[in-house]
Every structure is written in structure tokens, then in C-alpha cells.
């Protein structure tokens, strides 16, 4: 498992896309802040750039790094005290 992690990892860093298990289906990844990997996501799905994509985040706190905005609403969600 260690090596296939690797190999993920390797592939996301240079832009690629990768297949990752959830518990109900397989779920199709990139680096959500390299333009060109979601890009490819996009025609792979055949998506219309109105819909918007899921971004998985391991804590709170990337939110700030990848929005300009975030809705008051997210904070209840994520059972997470709003900024003062």
C-alpha cells in the first residue's frame, strides 16, 4: 500500500489524475490548485465549468488558502467557531 501511495503522490505532483476509493464509489482526484489537472478532470467527466467540483481538505484552516470567500454557512458544517 505504501508504494501505491507513492505513486500517487508522484502522479499528483506532476499534474495528473488520479482513482481513490470512497465507501460507496470510486472517486476521480487531482491537485485542486494546479489549473491544468482539474482541467483535465473537467473533459474527462465531459463537465460544464458552471458545476462545480469537490475539494477533500485535511483541516479548516486550507480553506483560507484556496478561497477568497467563505460562506458563514461552512463554519456550521464543519462544527468549527467562525473568526472573530
Known amino acids: 500500500m505504501k508504494?501505491?501511495?507513492k505513486n500517487c503522490v508522484k502522479v499528483l505532483t506532476n499534474g495528473g489524475i488520479i482513482l481513490?476509493?470512497?465507501d460507496t464509489i470510486w472517486g476521480i482526484?487531482?491537485?485542486a490548485?494546479?489549473?491544468k489537472a482539474v482541467k483535465k478532470i473537467y473533459e474527462l467527466k465531459k463537465r460544464s465549468k458552471s458545476k462545480a467540483l469537490i475539494i477533500?481538505?485535511?483541516e479548516y484552516a486550507n480553506l483560507y488558502?484556496?478561497?477568497d470567500q467563505i460562506s458563514p454557512n461552512?463554519?456550521?458544517y464543519m462544527n468549527t467557531p467562525k473568526p472573530t
Open 74 to 76: 461552512a463554519y456550521d
Open 65 to 67: 488558502k484556496l478561497l
Open 3 to 5: 508504494e501505491e501511495i
Open 56 to 58: 477533500l481538505i485535511s
Open 33 to 35: 490548485t494546479n489549473e
Open 29 to 31: 482526484g487531482c491537485d
Open 20 to 22: 481513490y476509493p470512497t
